[in-house]
């Protein structure tokens, strides 16, 4: 097997998932790291949190791959007066490399609203935003209610709740955006679509939705995006072996932020 440094693991990453796919404001790439260090081992996770870091301590990761970017925003320093500074610093200490890819995946075949439109088992699904390619549109084998799918939804993607608001539909043309899409409903509602899933949903473009005719399921940020992290752990396991790299993929277990009080 051949010896991977974190520079050539980043330029198959860049290959796999393309940095020109990623919005303008966007922050994508290697974040983070020696570009001459040595890889055996990489964990995938959405965010960069405190327990994702010490997973990746733990299970001796050389490189952390998240979905959001670990840095954003233009850094004037780096100290551990900032969480998301500190989480770095421990990173860095520890000689893991970070490596994002955000809008870049969101779009790219097999990326998260492929894989999520996969999980809803839309049928002959195609791109919602052609300009950017983000989101998917696609039918369901059979018409459903809105309660029944939402219900389907909330245990395929293993979230804690959903939010619905009905239109009155009966649910079989479904656009779906995994993250935050509610900035699609026109486009949804333009291509015939019933029902739009998606998450972050605020109060006045549900509001919106409904009163356009459009049924709309908030089922979170988080549980509309980690699917994708599986499959793109199966991908990555596959191409590595494909060119002879011994890198072991492991994925993170991420707690859902944003849970049901009973």
Known sequence: MNTVTIGELAELLDEMIPLQLAESWDNVGLMLGRRNKPVKRILLALDMTQE??????AKKADMLLTHHPA???????????????ELLLQLAEH??????AHTNLDCVANGVNAVLSKRLRLQ?????????????IGFLAEPQSLQSFAQQVKRVLNA????VGDAGKKVQRVAICGGAGSDLLELALAQGADTLVTGDVKYHEAQRAVFSGL????????????????????RLSLRFSEVSWNIVVNVAQETLLLKAVS
């Not at 000689?95 to 994002?100: E, F, L, W």
């Not at 002959?124 to 998917?136: E, H, I, K």
């Open 52 to 57: 994702v870091v010490e997973q990746a301590i």
């Open 160 to 163: 804690d709740y959903v939010t």
């Open 95 to 100: 000689g893991i490399a970070v490596y994002s």
């Open 71 to 85: 840095i954003f925003r233009k850094l004037s320093n780096v100290t551990d007066a900032d969480w998301q500074q």
């Open 215 to 234: 049924n709309i399921i908030d089922a979170g940020h988080q549980p509309t995006e980690l699917p994708v992290l599986d499959d793109l752990a199966d």
């Open 124 to 136: 002959d699904d195609d791109v919602l935003d052609a300009s950017n390619g983000l989101g998917r």
